[in-house]
């Protein structure tokens, strides 16, 4: 079973071949090349679950498996590698995007049935799921960023997808111009670490394990740290939609749907969390990035949640939830909730994914993305509606779903740091808890508009077929399982946690400022690092509970916290808030839509909320119409005038040079040579040959004559 | 004994002959003035005899006097064979008549 473990890059390899194949001759294939997608992915899926059993099982893996060989040497040892590093994390990514990806080819069939480029987007769904395992299974960052830029590509390819329309290829445009600008601070961080790397004794400075090594080591110097990370958080800002990035997030919505449940909600969007997790270690050297990384994930949590609340369009609610979801990840990562942020992915795909094929299914049934066309939908779809309310149940973190843990598990880790001093963590604590209410609430709006009252369709509302409603039902069951991977039934051996630890983040981790900060926060407070120290703090943590904050035990704060315990108190007021929040959604949406929203009608909050705080807006005027209407013309004067002018002026003076050249040099110099001498041979002979007379007696005088000069020559001589 | 007078002989001989070779129309003419030139070279060798080597008749000047005499006496002959030829060619014997190698 080991050995399977060297074979995981044929999961990677098998979407790659299969959108190959589609290319070539999906066409003609019975179902259109859809079955070449679906096969190969199953492959992948069943490699993925042994892959991920067989590290769990094997969890905590001292040393993972991890192979490449040269890619392009560069000369003087430095080599550029392709390989793969096989480790719980990359275990657990593959299962999700595998997973998740097995579920959207299946779903797709039915959905974009009759689609005329239906060959078309099954090869781009593979390439996608090719690049993106790719960039996951990555044992070097060049390697990440190559996975990185393709999955940018097939995004732009599919939001595109219905190029016919100007909009969405804007959508596209912005999304794609949107992250790719944050791709050059992920480029600059990632050359910025590798430079700290060249210094030391590597000839692979791009290798992740080295980095991290490097960095727990405390080889990097603090500069490389920060700026390296900084740079390569600009980049996942834009690809995990943190604020003010996101804005390409709602607009991507323009492509079909079951890429935006796979893209767009349950892998592509998470590449960011996941580099920062897989380069956990070294942004643990800094407090600074790790503050700036939690800041920037609790804004967007609670602002990029606001902004759900006055969509009407089912898949803009889920797209900012999205953006909100994202925003715990990173902030969890913010505040050492290292597990805590990668389970939160994991569960998170599963039940966003089922969240969007779900909206698929209710728009593929009214022909409609808003919720003002819905309505009344529960009677019709039954099992949409079942596989729905489960995944917002999930979302909304309802006890004993996958999102309660994951979220849950994020909150701690918020509360953890917290009680080491940091005041980032009661920050995600309290803030998580609030958009934790947004959540419950905008989702119940979207429930109640949809499912309850009387149709408002203007085609009568009907269950999908079998294809679409089975992946719904799979991801039902997910997004509740998923969850126990992680919760208290586990035990503190084998669990989530073991399973995603690497070498460089075991136990006994403790991050390198922590120690300051706590002398530090003992000066202030006392005891902090006990039960009671947290208490003091105002949280409501379950002091009594000692495993809950054994990662704050003897006042040592490590990045793994051990394993899970239940937090009565906090799933207390947790459920309050849920049972308030849809308690509110129930009394203005209960009984059908209100005739005027009550969340268009908040005054200036409505307005803000409306013009999604003028991000939109502050980006078209101050770079779209700068850009567009003068550096486009810029660079067209420069393309047209100086580049052109420049190129033909050469061209000009080149031609101009050789005519003369070939004026004077060939026709006057050389030619004038060549037959001046002939012509001045022709001159000279026909005078010389005048003393050919034949007439001896003239010889004869010549002889004299030049005996005569002789003579007279030698006597003067002498 | 002076050398003046045999070498202004000879000089003077020697110029005639060159003006008769260059001069000349007359091929017959021409042949008898190459014989002045050697008779002038004859009187230059027997005369230089003379002063350096009184006692010894049997030496050198007067040998190669004698030679040239004969090879002389052989030229004639031949030229005058041409002469003769060049006139039953073209009944004449003006050597301005005669430019066959002419350019």
């Known amino acids: ?42 492959i992948s899926w069943v490699l993925s679950v042994l892959i991920a059993y067989q590290t769990f099982i094997m969890s905590p893996m001292e040393e993972p498996v991890e192979f490449s060989y040269e890619w392009a040497p560069m ?24 997973t998740v990806s097995l579920m959207v080819h299946i779903y797709s069939r039915e959905y974009m049935h009759g689609e005329k480029r239906f060959t078309y ?17 990555a044992n070097n960052l060049v390697q990440a960023v190559v996975g990185w830029e393709l999955v940018g590509v097939c995004s732009y390819l599919l939001i595109g997808f219905y190029w016919e329309e100007k909009s969405n290829q804007d959508a596209a445009n912005k999304a794609f111009l949107t992250t790719k600008f944050a791709d050059i601070g992920l480029i600059v961080g990632v050359v910025v670490l590798s430079a700290g790397m060249f210094g030391l004794d590597t000839s692979t400075p791009f290798n992740i394990r080295e980095i991290n090594a490097a960095a727990t080591a405390g080889e990097l110097s603090t500069t490389t740290v920060v700026l390296g990370m900084l740079m390569i958080f600009l980049g996942c800002m834009a690809k995990s939609g943190q604020m003010p990035l996101h804005v390409w997030l709602p607009d991507a919505m323009a492509g079909p ?17 996941f580099v920062l997790a897989r380069l956990f270690p070294v942004l643990a050297q800094s407090l600074v990035v790790m503050n700036v990384i939690a800041v920037v994930g609790v804004i967007t949590l609670f602002f990029g949640g606001l902004l759900a609340l006055v969509q009407d369009d089912i898949k803009k609610v889920l797209a900012y939830s999205t953006v909100s979801q994202l925003g715990y990840m990173v902030a969890a990562i913010g505040v050492g909730g290292y597990t805590a942020s990668v389970f939160h992915l994991f569960t998170h795909g599963f039940f966003k994914a089922l969240l969007f094929l779900g909206a698929g299914s209710l728009i593929h049934a009214v022909h ?76 119940a709006r979207a429930c109640f508009l949809i499912f309850a009252g009387e149709s408002r369709s ?86 009594s509970e000692p495993s809950v904050l054994a990662a704050a ?42 005739d005027r929203d ?71 110099v050389i030619d004038g040579g060549v037959n001046g001498a002939a012509f001045s041979a022709a001159w000279w002979s026909e005078r010389l040959k005048r003393t050919q007379s034949g007439n001896v007696q003239r010889y004869a005088a010549a002889l004299v004559a030049g005996t005569i000069v002789l003579v007279v020559a030698f006597a003067a001589a002498t | 004994m002076s050398l003046v007078g045999p070498l202004l002989l000879a000089t003077f001989l020697f110029c005639v002959g060159i003006y008769g070779v260059i001069a000349r129309r007359n091929a017959v003419l021409v042949l008898i003035s190459v014989e002045l030139m050697l008779n002038a070279v004859n009187i230059n060798l027997v005369a230089f005899q003379n002063l350096l080597f009184p006692d010894e008749l049997a030496v050198s000047g007067l040998m190669f006097a004698l030679f040239i005499i004969g090879v002389a006496a052989a030229e004639v002959g031949v030229g005058l064979a041409i002469v003769f030829n060049m006139f039953r060619n073209r009944a004449s014997v003006n050597v301005d008549d005669v430019d066959l190698m002419r350019w």
């Open chain 1, 75 to 98: 000369g003087s040892e430095f080599v550029f590698e392709l390989g793969m590093l096989v480790d719980g994390l990359t275990a657990v990514m593959l299962l999700l995007v595998t």
């Open chain 1, 257 to 273: 749907t079951p890429v935006s449940a796979l893209i767009h909600a349950a892998t592509m969007v998470t590449a960011g969390v």
């Open chain 1, 121 to 137: 987007f099954f090869a781009m769904l593979s390439l996608f799921t090719f690049s993106m395992l790719l960039l996951v299974i």
């Open chain 1, 368 to 443: 409609s993305n808003n919720m003002s066309d819905m309505g009344g939908m529960a009677k019709a779809m039954p099992y949409t509606f079942v596989t729905f309310i489960i995944g917002t149940l999930a979302l909304a973190g309802f006890p004993l779903t996958a999102g309660f843990f994951s979220k849950d598990e994020i909150l701690i880790a918020g509360e953890i740091w917290a009680g080491a001093g940091f005041a980032t963590g009661h920050l995600v604590y309290w803030v998580g808890i609030a958009a934790a209410f947004v959540t419950t609430f905008y989702m």
């Open chain 1, 1 to 42: 079973m080991e050995a399977l473990l060297d074979y995981a890059w044929l999961v990677v390899v098998l979407p790659l071949a299969s959108a190959v194949a589609i290319t070539a001759f999906g066409k003609n294939l019975p179902w259109k090349g859809s079955e070449l997608g679906i096969a190969s992915l199953a």
């Open chain 1, 553 to 594: 035990e003897d006042g040592e704060l490590t990045v793994l916290h051990g394993a899970p315990t239940w937090h009565f108190d906090l799933l207390a007021l947790l459920l309050v808030v849920f049972f308030a929040a849809v308690g509110v959604a129930w009394k203005f949406y209960g009984k059908g839509p209100p």
């Open chain 1, 598 to 668: 009550p969340t268009m009608q908040m005054g200036r909050v409505t307005t803000v909320l409306v013009n999604k705080y003028g991000f939109d807006e502050f980006g078209y005027r101050f770079i779209v119409v700068p850009v567009r209407d003068t550096m486009s013309r810029a660079a067209s004067y420069s393309s047209n005038v100086l580049i052109d002018g420049a190129v033909s002026g050469v061209g000009r003076m080149t031609k101009n040079a050789a005519f003369a050249t070939y004026r004077v040099l060939d026709q006057k």
């Open chain 1, 458 to 543: 203007h085609h009568p509302p009907h269950e999908s077929g079998k294809q679409m409603v089975g992946p719904l039902v799979v991801l039902a069951v997910l997004s509740i399982a998923s969850g126990y991977i992680f919760s208290p039934v586990w035990t503190a051996e084998q669990n989530f946690e073991t399973w995603t630890e690497t070498e460089f983040i075991t136990e006994e981790t403790v991050y390198p400022f922590a120690a300051d900060a706590d002398d530090a926060a003992e000066d202030q407070g006392e005891a902090v690092g006990t039960p009671g120290g947290i208490q003091g703090d105002g949280v409501l943590a379950a002091g």
